[in-house]
C-alpha cells in the first residue's frame, strides 16, 4: 500500500500480508505502522470510503498467503459500542456472503438485511463465524474471509458454494444478548477510555501510555487494599472462631459451664471490636472508591481536552495539507499557462520567422527586377543617343546635299550682262516632292 499527500508527494509505504494491522477508529480515522514501524493516521471523508479499504486490505491479506490458507483472516469496518462479543453470547447479525475468486470478491451466494440470531461458540453455524464475530460490539462491521476448512470444506453447497471454496463474509452485528454468566461477574468499574484519532507524535502516545498507566495502577492499587483487608478480617474471624470452639469444648470437657459463661464477655467483646473494623474498613474503601472515581473523572477529563487538542492539531495539519495541495495547484496551473503561452510565442516567432523569409525572397525578386528594368533603360539611353546622333548627321548630310543641290540652279539662273531683259528668278526644285505643277510651286515659294 502507497500512501501519497497529493498527487505527486509520497510519503511512505507499507507491505500488506497476513500480519499486517490497520485499526478503525471513531469519527473516520484509521491507523496502521509501516515497514519503518512508523505509526500512520488516515482520515476519510465518509465512511464508505473507509470500507472499502479495509474491504481491499482484507483481500490483499488473503492474496499475501494464497488460495491454500487456513487461518480465518478479519478486519474490522466500523467501530461498534458497549460491550464485546464472547462466546456464549447471542447476536442478532446482518450479513451478505461472497466467493473469494479471482484474487477478488466475487459472486454473492447469500444475504440477509432482516437479521440472523445464533449464539457464539455453540456450533449452530460455521466455525469461521463463532470465531469471527467474537470481539465485535453492538454496531460494529467486520469483514470475515474465511477459508474452506473452517466453512464447508470439500462438500461445499450444491448449485450455491463449490467444494473447497473460500467465503467473504461482511457481518454487522445488530444486537447483543450476554450470557447470565458474564452478568454476575463482579467488575470494578474504571472510567471509559476515549477514541481519539491517534497523531503521528511520539508525545501524545506518551501522554496516553502515562494516562492508561496511571488508571491501571489506581485500580490495582485499589483492588489489593481491599484484598489484603479482606483478608485479614477473615483471618481473624478463624482465630476468634476458633478460640470460641475451644472454649466450648474445654469448658464441656470440665463441666465449667458457669465459667465459660462468666467468660463470655471477652469473645463478645473482640467481635465487637471485629465489626467496628469492618466498619472502618468499610468505610476507607467508600473514601478510596470516591478518590478512586474522583481521579478517574479528572483523569478523563484531561483526555477530554488532550483528544481535543490532539483533534485540533489533526484539523489544523489537515488544513495546512489542503492550503499546500491549493498552493501546489495553484504553481502547476501557472506553470502550465506559462507554458502554453511560450508555446503559442514560439509558434508565433516561427510564423513571423516564414513570413520574413517570404518577404525577403520577394524583396530579393524585386530588385532583380529592378536591375533588369535600370539595364534596359540604359539600353534604351544608348540607342535613343545613337538614334539621335545617326539623325543628327542625317540631317547634316541633308543639309550639305540641298546645298550642293541649290548651287547649280543658282547658276543657271543669273542673267547674263548682255542679256537686256531681266528674268523673275525661280525657286530651286523641291527635292523632296519633285517637279509639282505652277500652282504648287507658286504655292510653296510664297
Known sequence: MLLYLSNNKH??????????????QASNYASFYDDARQAWSLHFTSTEDAVKLAKEIAVCKANSVGPAFSQLLKQDLVLGEGQPVDKGDSVEVVYTGCLLENNGIGKVFDSNDKGFRFKVGAG????????????????????????SSLAYGSQGVSGRIPPNANLVFDVEVKKVKHSKE???????????????PPIDRKSSDTVRDRTQSFEDQLVQHQTTEVRLELAKLVSKVEDISGKIDKMRE??????????????????????????????????????????????????????????????????????????????SDTFKNTAAQSQVKVLQLEQEKVQLTTDLSSTTAQLSTLHMEMSNIRKNESDLKQQLATTVAEL???????????QKQDEPAAKQDEPTKDSPE?????????????????????EWWN
Do not use: Y
Not at 465489626?275 to 483526555?303: G, W
Open 392 to 402: 543628327h548627321q542625317n540631317t547634316q548630310n541633308f543639309t550639305i546635299l540641298k
Open 422 to 442: 531681266t528674268t523673275k528668278a525661280k525657286p530651286p526644285p523641291n527635292p523632296l516632292f519633285g517637279d509639282d505643277d505652277d500652282d504648287d510651286k507658286d
Open 124 to 147: 449452530k453455524v460455521i466455525r469461521g463465524w463463532d470465531e469471527g464475530t467474537v470481539g465485535l460490539c453492538k454496531g460494529g462491521r467486520r469483514v470475515l474471509i474465511i477459508p
Open 11 to 24: 510519503v511512505t509505504s507499507v507491505k500488506v500480508d497476513a500480519s499486517f494491522n490497520m485499526t478503525i
Open 250 to 327: 474445654e469448658g464441656a470437657d470440665s463441666g465449667l459451664g458457669g465459667a465459660l459463661a462468666a467468660r463470655g464477655p471477652s469473645p463478645s467483646m473482640e467481635a465487637t471490636v471485629l465489626l467496628h473494623n469492618i466498619q472502618r474498613i468499610i468505610q476507607d474503601n467508600e473514601h478510596l472508591k470516591r478518590d478512586v472515581f474522583e481521579k478517574s473523572a479528572r483523569i478523563e477529563t484531561q483526555n477530554t481536552k488532550i483528544a481535543e487538542l490532539l483533534e485540533r492539531n489533526q484539523r489544523f495539519v489537515e488544513q495546512s495539507n489542503t492550503m499546500m495541495e491549493q498552493r
Open 182 to 196: 458474564k452478568k454476575q461477574e463482579v467488575t470494578i468499574a474504571t472510567p471509559p477510555k476515549i477514541d481519539t
